[in-house]
């Protein structure tokens, strides 16, 4: 009797982790699993069982490092090349794999158009990263084809609305009421959620400040959506999605993440990351003005001072300064740190320096950068005459912008440094201290 | 009355290295160590105790062996430590870890009024700073982050004043309790633990709550409750410094060079 021969099933496989490629992220590859097979040991790494194991490949697909692959027995693999014969020669097409989102989820995410960028602002001033941001939203806006807007709050703001059409905004919502005048969380994270409510933007952008990073996570939470801190680059791919890359792991690795099925897509981005758009004079657009209902006792938080820290100048705060000209072993004596303040003025920054200055008694322990000093992040850091040892790097390697002036051309401090001149610093600082006093002779001229 | 600390158990961020040839992570030999602003949060909650007598509970979520941080904070003073811990808490981006932590603060306080929450500004391995306000919008309290001082804290009229450290300027405020903060370094100088502390905290509970405590929607925590995904993790191009000019030979070119793109790339504003 002829027996009918059965059609094998195909085998799925099993996941297993490659060696040295996961980066004990959290378990999302054991919370993924529907079947327990998964479980993390000490290290955080996963095991995964042989036996509960059914193939689904979930794991897989959650793994950010991309440490988890598919194996096959001799056994399966035997009965896939059988199939792969058999497939070659009738052409059943592989089986597809079920991707993309539901038509709900679709419908829902259709609702939301528009990038809007946050205006922060200070005593009725903004902050330079809302126009940086303005640059990087153009781009999405563009790659979108949808408007982009900033939204302005605080009291008589409304100069900044028109400030950011010169960056490139078409629409400004504004809410102006004298409970904004100081940023408090609550009154603030209350009325972008409002407005976010109403008019339901794709994309929202804010500056990675103090302010931002307070108020981000707080309207991130009550909308109930993704938001990623500190993003370095900000692209549109697939289905309309914003890509966001940051560093991850106290920066030795990048992450690019998605929120793939909540609007808005939230991202904020620190100072100077992004170019700055060049300004363009007259441009105008929309304002939309809306009214909120605050009632200040609903406020659990009253400011009774602010401290301004960058009064005076030998008492300038260093952990505060936007540039620090910051000397080393190589300053030599302590009267050689006029031409580091000297620098200093002309920027209208303060000095700093490594903890052999502070041991010499060239300069106070409030100036120390460091492990045992103080951790500075400012605009831009001079080291000069720093070698770059890792307990003076640690305190300041943060800083967005770090110029290193140094004899020696092997020093680490090159290693940390986006500029670096390989010279006598005692020549190069106070040259560039006069090359900048002619760019400014000229301009006024 | 009752203080908790929210704290982390992270990798050593500073000891990661990457393998130069393959380009990821070398985790090999990297220790666990509590959230360097974690200790501060916690010890700011000790600080609390020993002023006020409040009771203090340090929650972390995590997996089973980040009870070793929560012995360390029994080590150094905490009263109560619970570890949230499930597999589907795992996989959390930011909002869905604050859900599970909020939800913690909340069970803790059917027990005991909660008057603070407290965390460190941001953890070394996710740098987000979210996590903190994330907890204070789901409980409702206000927040305080980048807190450097707590002036006075008064129980009769649950308020507290306190110092917030911005840039280029300081912020005092006064807020009603409870209220969470979050705090930067300065705020004090973490204790150490004695060895009697050590030797009496090997023998104290670790309490663990899981899902089936928590009774948690599974679709607002863990990876399913997390609206952001990791879509790919890569090796940051190191940007090696760039060298301007001939700094030995020629000082003022190179000066010059320098300051040229210092004011083109609006670093510096003339």
Redo the contacts between chains.
Sequence with gaps: MAEEKKKPKRPLGHARLIL?????????????CPK?AVT?N???EPVIDFNKCIGCRRCLK?C???ALEMFFTPEEQLVLDELAKTAAQTKTPEPAEEEGQSADVKAKLAQFKGVWVFVEQTESKAEEVSWELLGKGAELAKALNVELSTFVLGENVEALCKESFAYGAAKSYLVDDPVLKHYR??PY?KAICELINKYKPEIVLMGA???G??????V???L???????CTGLTIGDNRLL?QTR????????????????RPQMASVRP?VM??PRKQEGATGVIIREKIAFNEND????????????KGDGGMDI??A?VLVAGGRGMLSKDNFKILQALADE?GGTIAASRACVEAGWVGVEKQVGQTGK?VRP??YFACGISGAIQHT?GMQDSE?????N?D?GAPI???????????LF???P??T???KE??NQ?RK | MLVVACIKQV?D??Q????PV?G????EGVPFIMNPFDTHALEEALRLKDKYGFRVAAITM??P?STLTLRKALSLGADEVVLLSD?????????AT?RVLAEAVKKLGEKEEVVMVICGKQT???????????I???LRY?????VDQIKSVDVNTKKM?ARR????????????LP?VITVV??INKPRYPTVPMRLSSEDMPVTTWDNKTMHLDETTI???G???????????ER??????????KN??E???L??????ER???H?
């Design positions: 040295g490629k996961c980066i004990a992220c959290g378990g999302r590859c054991e919370a993924e327990e993390l000490e290290k955080g959650v950010p490092a991309s969380t609550e994270y400040t103090p302010l990073r307070d108020l981000a996570g707080a991130a939470t009550d109930a959506t993704g938001l990623t801190a500190d890509l560093p991850a792991f106290g920066g030795n690795i990048m992450a690019t993440i998605r929120t793939e099925e909540n100077h170019p700055m406020f659990l938080v009253k400011i009774l001072e602010l401290v301004d820290d960058r952990a505060g936007e920027l951790t605009k831009i640690v912008l770090i110029i290193a002036i004899r051309p090159f290693e940390v440094a986006t500029y670096g001149i390989v010279g006598d020549k190069v600082v040259a560039i006069a090359r900048i760019l400014r301009r | 990798p961020t500073t990661v290295k990457i393998d393959t990821t992570l070398i985790r995590g997996p062996n597999r589907a808490f795992g996989g959390a981006d930011t909002l604050s070394i391995d996710g740098d987000t700073a979210q996590v903190g306000p994330g204070a919008t789901r206000p927040q305080l982050t980048l004043i450290k911005l840039e280029g300027h300081h912020e005092i405020v006064e807020v009603k209220v370094r300065e863990g990876l399913k997390s609206p952001t995904r990791v879509n790919r993790i890569f090796s940051p940007v090696k410094g760039e060298i301007i000019g001939d700094g030995l000082p003022e190179a000066a010059a320098l300051a040229n793109k210092l004011v609006d670093i510096i003339l």
